[in-house]
């Protein structure tokens, strides 16, 4: 029954190169030139970073060049004079920062517990898209009613004016919050129902649950997602623009530095380079701003992607 | 105080918070849409502005908006596709993947007044395009480019591995496979995320303060390389730069600001949820 | 049954190892003849699934994994860099144990690997249809709705379309990764009747539902445990008569 097996030559039948169809050949082509393309699409990001911190460099060296470093960073800004201090642009934009921080991280945790954890499915399918309608409200919509409705409403509660550093903070708050809400939802769903149903067996209520056990499980997530948020804030411009009162100077230090008005980096930008002579100093120190703030978001965001990094990896195929 | 009362307690201020992040949302909208819709008839949407924009209607930024709108699609779809692709399908696990991954990430986080500061440095000064819808239409693309590479990157790692397999294993070559099969289930997903990145771009006024916008032009544009008004500068000029300007006029152009790029967000999410359910496996 | 053989496929001293370090297969080395139905069983995990992958690389898609040895077809290397990988999975086919019609009508799916391999004529296309729905016993039931959609079938049928999509190829090989597995008993039947009208003209490479089914359909077999190949043998001495403990032990379920 089994004699030795025949063993056939070899034929060339599977070589594409050695059974040349020029209809294979021609598909090889198409599909590696295709390949190329997607795969410099997916290389240009990288391409497009350096680009943007190319010409930021290219306009904006002068100023670093031009001016000494103390001065540059110094408390003074009128442009008029000659006096471009970095200072007080800094600390308008760290004082609004702040504050909407301070306000949107208990709200947006407290917003991503509820829907992770203890609201309804009726409720979290109102409220969830409620949230991304949030994100969808343009800027300078938010900043409008914040000019003509929210700054009114400060300054009868006793502010010298209602554009202050709370006003701001107030509203970038709530325009970081689907940030951060959305993020710290997911970090909050990635903890395993095990981690819950643990607590819960050992007779934790579900609240002692959600704080002993889920939020420590999903701190790097959560802390991804406050990073993300200062991000989304330092960086804001219209919305602060019109509702921080734009003046240059460094509140002194207090409660009352919230109900001051201050001036951002990101403000100053677009207040600036409209009236401005392209490729004077002046026009330099605008985009020396925008170094400073590629340079902070720059480091926020790698920081983050980098937490993310080592989260991320795992989703990926495992949807056989 | 016995632990079930803390619970509730804890519940009940949980439930407190997150009324205190929605409500505001709904009050927002309400308010705009009360104050706004006294102001919204035909001629306010179809005719440009007289007498210092204080009078008439404001077409002429609506209609540059969507042209934004439509130029910020050219710029970006294409890039932001293909590298969706590159990251879902081609993409091991390298450090120059790593490196992709961290900047899309950047890019995302950057300010969109940063945007601005580079359209008017590379596309405005460098490439000489002057202020012009084309470079607005190109930064605004490049802005939109890493929320539409996030969600078409999801849309593509959704579709089940099985596929792929099945046709790569019936002689269909990789690109093929992406092509033929990949794709055409991952569109919903996609569409869905090119149409929110363009929510966002249609909204956004820094980008555009240097590289495209007019404060006034009572006229349709001429070319990709002239100016337009576009209805977020629009709203800003005429809420702090031009004195005693009618509430109903800046209510008006809230209003239809917010109308576009809200029904823009809607439309995403009927796609999503449609084609959802025309899915069979 | 004739008393010489063609090896159609060759397996040399393959090992296989995952990114992550698991070792799915160590040194396998065994011939698979021309026209026969070469069953390959084993408890889960012990690299069936691995190893019917190897033949048409789609293993090439397991990212960072090291293979050793070398496998030919038709006396060819199928890991020669030159090797163009859709022609070789033209040429040996894959039937998958999940039924996974593609999206869209019957007749899109028992097209689309001709489609994707250039052929466009009508007439070619229908009469692969035609025939290859016969082979798979599926002719009669479909024949009238080609353009509906193939979720519409029930879980048998399906598996059949995927079946004779593959043999729509006119492949040289067949390789069927438990096919039956989410099958009615009827569906089951079919299926198995359809493969020894196949194997007149194809070689059939299948990964079994169960040690029962492979009885009922082998010609020869292999058992593989952890990765290792223990024994090989004609179907009528390996399931009545093993010559290994840990085969006799799987083959009358005393096994794990």
């Given amino acids: 029954m089994s004699d030795e097996p025949v063993r056939p030559k070899p034929y060339v039948g599977l070589f594409s190169q050695v059974s040349p169809s020029d209809r294979l050949r021609l598909r090889g082509i198409i599909d590696f030139v295709i390949e190329r393309l997607i795969q410099f699409a997916g290389v240009s990001t990288i391409f497009i970073v350096g680009l943007i911190f190319f010409f930021l460099i290219r306009e904006g060296l002068p100023a670093f060049l031009d001016i000494p470093l103390r001065q540059l960073f110094g408390g003074r800004w009128y442009p008029i004079d000659d006096f471009f201090g970095l200072w007080p642009l800094i600390v308008g934009s760290i004082l609004v920062t702040v504050g909407a921080i301070v306000i949107a991280i208990p709200l947006g945790l407290t917003t991503a517990i509820y829907l992770g954890e203890f609201a309804p499915q009726w409720q979290r399918e109102i409220l969830k898209p409620l949230i991304e309608v949030l994100a969808g409200i343009p800027s300078i919509v938010l900043g409008f009613l914040g000019w003509v409705v929210l700054a009114p409403i400060v300054q009868r509660l006793g502010a010298p004016t209602g554009l202050t550093v709370f006003t701001g903070s107030l509203i970038l708050a709530y325009m970081s919050l689907p940030t951060i809400i959305s993020i710290s939802e997911d970090a909050l769903y990635a903890v395993p129902k095990e981690y819950r149903d643990g607590a819960l067996a050992i007779g934790a209520t579900q609240w002692q649950a959600v704080w002993r056990v889920v939020l420590p499980s999903a701190r790097s997530g959560l802390v991804i997602a406050i990073m993300l948020g200062i991000g989304r804030a330092i960086g804001e411009t219209m919305a602060v623009m019109m509702v921080t009162g734009n003046a240059a100077n460094v509140p002194g230090l207090g409660l009352d530095m919230l109900f001051q008005p201050v001036r951002t980096m990101t403000a100053t930008i677009a207040a600036e380079m409209g009236e401005v002579a392209q490729g004077s100093l002046h026009y330099s120190v605008l985009f020396a701003i925008g170094i400073v703030l590629f340079v902070i978001t720059f480091g926020i965001n790698s920081l983050a992607g980098r937490l993310m990094g080592t989260q991320a990896g795992r989703r990926r195929k495992e949807n056989i | 105080m016995t632990r079930q009362q803390a619970h509730q307690l804890a519940v009940g201020l949980i439930s407190a918070v997150a009324a205190l992040v929605v409500i505001p949302i709904v009050l927002v909208i309400l308010f705009i849409i009360v104050r706004g819709i006294g102001t919204l008839d035909w001629e306010f949407i179809t005719t440009v502005p007289r007498s210092g924009m204080k009078e008439g209607g404001i077409m002429p930024a609506i209609l540059g908006t969507v042209i934004l709108t439509f130029g910020t699609a050219i710029a970006c779809i294409p890039l932001a596709i293909g590298a969706a692709i590159y990251l879902a399908e081609y993409a091991r696990d390298t450090r120059l993947t790593r490196w992709v991954r961290l900047a899309i990430v950047n890019l995302a986080g950057i300010p969109s007044i940063v945007y601005g500061l580079f359209g008017l440095g590379a596309f405005v000064l460098f490439l000489n395009l002057g202020t012009s819808i084309i470079a607005g239409s190109l930064t605004l693309g490049i802005m939109t480019l890493p929320v539409v590479i996030s969600t078409a990157e999801e849309a593509i790692l959704a579709v089940p591995q099985r596929f792929r397999m099945v046709s790569l294993s019936l002689g269909a070559t990789r690109w093929q496979t992406i092509r033929s099969q990949v794709l055409p289930q991952a569109m919903p997903g996609i569409i869905t995320g090119v149409i929110l990145g363009l929510s966002r771009a249609a909204g956004e006024t820094a980008p555009i303060l240097f590289t495209v916008s007019a404060f006034y032009l009572p006229r349709l544009p001429h070319s990709i390389f002239d100016q337009t008004m576009a209805l977020p500068y629009h709203l800003y000029v005429i809420s702090t730069q031009v004195p005693d300007m009618p509430l109903s006029i800046q209510y008006g152009t809230a209003l239809v600001l917010m109308l576009i790029v809200l029904s823009l967000t809607l439309i995403a999410s009927i796609v999503r949820t449609k084609m959802r359910r025309r899915r069979e496996w | ?256």
């Fill in chain 3, 1 to 256: 049954m004739p008393n010489s053989h063609q090896v159609k496929i060759a397996i040399q001293d393959v090992s296989f190892t995952y990114s992550d370090g698991t070792e799915a297969l160590r040194n396998i080395s065994f011939d698979v003849y021309t026209n026969e139905i070469f069953v390959l069983f084993g408890p889960s995990r012990s690299g069936k699934s691995t190893l019917l992958k190897l033949l048409n690389r789609l293993s090439d898609l397991s990212e960072g994994a090291t293979i050793r040895g070398g496998i030919l077809f038709n006396g060819q290397d199928v890991f020669d860099h030159r090797v163009n990988v859709a022609t070789l999975r033209r040429q040996i086919s894959m039937v998958f144990a999940i039924p996974t019609p593609l999206p869209g009508s019957i007749r899109d799916n028992l097209t689309y690997g001709l489609r994707m391999g250039g052929i466009r004529s009508i007439d070619v296309l229908n009469e692969r249809i035609e025939r290859s729905l016969k082979q798979a016993a599926l002719w009669d039931e479909v024949k009238d709705r080609l353009d509906k959609s193939a979720f519409a079938l029930s879980g048998g049928q399906q598996q059949r379309l995927c079946l004779a999509r593959s043999l729509a190829m006119e492949p040289d090989v067949i390789v069927l990764d438990n096919p039956t597995s989410g099958l009615d008993p009827l569906s089951t039947e079919t299926v198995e009747e359809s493969l020894q009208e196949l194997k007149q003209r194809y070689t059939i490479i299948i990964v079994p539902h169960s040690v029962q089914q492979a009885t009922r359909i082998a010609d020869r077999a292999a058992f593989l445990l952890d990765g290792d190949l223990i024994e090989i043998g004609q179907a009528t001495d390996i399931f009545v008569a093993p010559q290994d403990k840990r085969t006799e032990d799987y083959i009358t379920g005393r096994f794990g």
